[in-house]
Nanobody, 124 residues
Framework: QLQLVESGGGLVQPGGSLRLSCAAS????????IYWFRQAPGKEREGVLC????????NYVDSVKGRFTISRDNAKSTVYLQLNSLKPEDTAVYYC?????????????????RGQGTQVTVSS
């Protein structure tokens, strides 16, 4: 069965850090474009970061610039989302997904396959 599996979420205090992982099960992630998005209760999906197979990254939301980074380790078939200087407004379920392309920073990529999500809660 082809799956994406996120991990690394949790409860963290404001200013803290988390590293989310997105691993593939049943297929190799190396050649896929991976898109991280988040969804808070009662809010629409918000794109966060995307990474192409060649390592090019796209940021979709200004509020995470300088705080969140995306990277991939093809040897481990894993994509990471590093979350630093977390704020309460970053609280959401974070999902990784495969998309055809990252597109521009104002685009909304079509999600082809996504994981089950991992909860990130930022609270004191």
């Amino acid at each position: 069965q082809l799956q994406l599996v996120e991990s690394g979420g949790g409860l963290v205090q404001p200013g803290g850090s988390l590293r989310l992982s997105c691993a593939a099960s049943g297929f190799v992630l190396d050649y896929y474009v991976i898109y991280w998005f988040r969804q808070a209760p009662g809010k629409e999906r918000e794109g966060v970061l995307c990474i192409s197979s060649d390592g090019t990254t796209t940021n979709y939301v200004d509020s995470v610039k300088g705080r969140f980074t995306i990277s991939r380790d093809n040897a481990k078939s894993t994509v990471y989302l590093q979350l630093n200087s977390l704020k309460p407004e970053d609280t959401a379920v974070y999902y990784c997904a495969t998309v055809a392309a990252c597109g521009s920073s104002s685009s909304r990529p079509l999600v082809l396959r996504r994981g089950q999500g991992t909860q990130v809660t930022v609270s004191s």
